[in-house]
């Protein structure tokens, strides 16, 4: 069974660079899709983006300039990193894989999230 | 980008009841809509997908239907354990969009 595990800084200041990791284990991260998706305290869901497991990305208009998704096959590791973070950027940080159908594309499973706080 | 509306935001119920809950589309999405439980605390959890297909290990007293831009999640009987908040997402087009939630409490 997949499993997915975010890590990384709880904490970083304004101006500077978001990092997290999604490992993935109980299965291969080859011949899937991976997204990021994030949670405001409170608040709704917001799609940041894709990466495939080849290489190719799909990022939300909205944060576009300042998203980078990565993945290393050899580590099962997808990593996010997000560019002149403000408070705004404070949410929780979920990975999840993209699976899909003919007719449908959905995530399945999560990952528990982590609380990325923005503040000096 | 779709916009996605679910109504209500907020309901009571009780258990045994049965509820529905509705999400629109700003745009024809097909069947291209999924529906995500999240306890608080927790990470969602998918429990449809492709508007009404049943996902492994859910319990059959969820379900969807509706195509286009009209979908509905329908539960048919709470339980205790059900009462979260409901997301519906489109997958129709990026950047992919949620509602903004039903919240689901106990009356």
């Known amino acids: 069974q997949v499993q997915l595990q975010e890590s990384g800084p709880g904490l970083v200041k304004p101006s500077e660079t978001l990092s997290l990791t999604c490992t993935v284990s109980?299965?291969?991260?080859?011949?899937?899709?991976w997204s990021w998706i994030r949670q405001p305290p409170g608040k709704g869901l917001e799609w940041i983006g894709y990466?495939?497991?080849?290489?190719?990305?799909n990022y939300n208009p909205s944060l576009k300039s300042r998203v980078t998704i990565l993945v290393d096959t050899s580590k099962n590791h997808v990593s996010l990193k997000l560019s002149s973070v403000t408070a705004a950027d404070t949410a929780v940080y979920y990975c999840?894989?993209?699976?899909?159908?003919?007719?449908?594309?959905?995530?399945?499973?999560w990952g528990q999230g982590t609380l990325v706080t923005v503040s000096s | 980008d779709i916009q996605m509306t679910q109504s209500p935001s907020s309901l009571s119920a009780s258990v045994r009841d049965r509820v529905t809950i509705t999400c629109r589309a700003s745009?024809?999405?097909?069947?291209?809509l999924n529906w995500y439980q999240q306890r608080p605390g927790k990470a969602p959890k998918l429990l449809i997908y492709?508007?009404?297909s049943l996902q492994s290990g859910v319990p059959s007293r969820f379900s969807g239907s509706g195509s286009g831009t009209h979908f509905t999640l329908t539960i048919s009987s709470l339980q205790p354990e059900d009462f979260a908040t409901y997301y519906c997402?489109?997958?129709?087009?990026?950047?992919?969009?949620f509602g903004q939630g039903t919240k689901l409490q106990i009356k």
């Open positions: 999840a894989r993209r699976l899909y159908s003919s007719s449908s594309r959905w995530f399945d499973p």
């Open positions: 109980g299965g291969s991260i080859s011949s899937f899709y």
């Open positions: 990466i495939s497991s080849s290489g190719s990305t």
């Open positions: 745009q024809n999405i097909g069947s291209y």
């Open positions: 492709a508007a009404s």
């Open positions: 997402q489109q997958s129709y087009s990026t950047p992919y969009t």
